[in-house]
Structures are given as structure tokens and as C-alpha cells.
């Protein structure tokens, strides 16, 4: 079984930052693409930013420049640097891996509230 972990969500006031981080854990071979979607109240799920195994990166055009995806290959770990928080930005975050032979994986969400 292969799980996703995912934390460092929470309330922040505008303009504040946030670490979000995502470990994979089980039997994995090796992971393609790692990445971020969010979920706000009463919309769809969407996009946020993506990483490759190489480290080319893709990002949802309301976040560029203010998010920073990164990962460590070696812990199976992604990480979403969000700063410059908007309260537009609250959202339930879940991390995603592209596990070889797996498939896609789907960690269980961290909730971003960005709040005065």
C-alpha cells in the first residue's frame, strides 16, 4: 500500500506564508510527478502546481510568483512554498504523486484558511 501524508495547513492572515508538505510512504519504485491541487467550498477541484522527477515545474497562473513547488526525491517528499497568502487562497490543498505501475496517488487534504 502506498499512502500520501500530507501537513503544515492552517489560519494565516493575508499576506502570511505557508509550508505545505507531502510524504510518500509504502512500496514505491519511483514517482514521476508530484503535485498540488486545492478544493475551496462549493467549487471543483483544481490545479495548483506540478514537479517532475527532473524538476520542471508548472503552476496555476493565480499563483505564479507568490507559490513554490519543490520536492526531495530521496524522502519522497513534495513541498508548496505559499506565500503572500490571499484569502481567495483558502482551500482544502491535496497533494497528488504519479506512482510507477501505481498510478495516480492522492493524499487525504490539508485545509488552508487565509483570515484577518
Known amino acids: 500500500q502506498v499512502q500520501l501524508v500530507e501537513s503544515g495547513g492552517g489560519l494565516v492572515q493575508p499576506g502570511g506564508s505557508l509550508r505545505l508538505s507531502c510524504t510518500a510512504s509504502?512500496?514505491?519504485?519511483?514517482?514521476?510527478?508530484m503535485g498540488w491541487y486545492r478544493q475551496a467550498p462549493g467549487k471543483q477541484r483544481e490545479f495548483v502546481a506540478s514537479?517532475?522527477?527532473?524538476?520542471?515545474?508548472n503552476y496555476l497562473d493565480f499563483v505564479k510568483g507568490r507559490f513554490t513547488i519543490s520536492r526531495d526525491n530521496a524522502k519522497n517528499t513534495v513541498y508548496l512554498q505559499m506565500n503572500s497568502l490571499k484569502p481567495e487562497d483558502t482551500a482544502v490543498y491535496y497533494c497528488?504523486?504519479?506512482?510507477?505501475?501505481?498510478?495516480?496517488?492522492w493524499g487525504q487534504g490539508t485545509q488552508v484558511t487565509v483570515s484577518s
Open positions: 514537479i517532475t522527477s527532473s524538476s520542471s515545474t
Open positions: 509504502g512500496s514505491i519504485f519511483s514517482i514521476a510527478s
Open positions: 497528488n504523486a504519479d506512482i510507477e505501475i501505481l498510478g495516480r496517488r
